[in-house]
């Protein structure tokens, strides 16, 4: 995003939650995390012309925790999906789901359980076994539970695809997908 652009928090942050690679003005995409700090002239500003209790900032506290796991829930979609416009690249999505920094990561688990299950994104030189991909989700699906009750995309998208092919349970993918495509959640819409 430029330098200089000002915009309201709260929609930055809603706007980076569903496109965290795109600029919520312009549409332009960018290839690093987006860092903002507070706009100083803006605050004061307000403050002059319509008295200190003008300005209400957005509590943006649990922002950055969830910015960074949608990043990088977003970095693995894009190779698995081509969307970074380079051939689809299973066994860089799979080695970054598996040995990055995020294992504790419930988003990362999820995907990490998708990449090992042998019906899901078939690639012959990907690990799959459907064992550990159980393990892997069962490990996960009460974390995944509590983000898709609170309305994460991602959690709900990864959900989706695992009772879609995985489980084959269709009407309650459909589910998944349709709440997290309701939120603009490409993938989502995608498979719907």
């Excluded at 925790?65 to 698995?80: D, F, M, N, S």
């Excluded at 983000?147 to 269709?170: C, R, T």
Aim: proline residues 4%.
């Amino acid at each position: 995003v430029q330098s200089g652009t000002t915009f309201d928090r709260q929609h930055l942050c809603e706007s980076l939650l569903r496109e965290p690679d795109r600029c919520p003005s312009t549409g332009m995409q960018f290839g690093e995390m987006l860092e903002y700090e507070k706009d100083v002239v803006m605050h004061h500003r307000l403050s002059l012309y319509m008295g200190e209790n003008a300005y209400e900032p957005y509590d943006d506290s649990s922002f950055r925790r969830q910015y960074e796991e949608v990043w990088r829930g977003w970095k693995i979609a894009c190779r698995l999906y081509g969307m970074n416009r380079r051939p689809i690249d299973w066994v860089a999505a799979q080695e970054m789901a598996m040995n990055g920094t995020c294992r504790d990561d419930s988003i990362m688990s999820g995907f990490t359980a998708l990449l090992l299950h042998p019906d899901i994104f078939p690639d012959s030189r990907l690990q799959k076994d459907r064992r550990e991909a159980k393990r892997a989700w069962l490990k996960v699906d009460l974390a995944l539970s509590a983000l898709i009750e609170g309305g994460n995309p991602w959690a709900q998208w990864i959900n989706g695809v695992f009772l879609d092919i995985a489980d084959h349970d269709f009407e309650s993918a459909k589910d998944m997908y349709q709440l997290a495509a309701d939120q603009g959640h490409a993938l989502a819409q995608y498979n719907l």
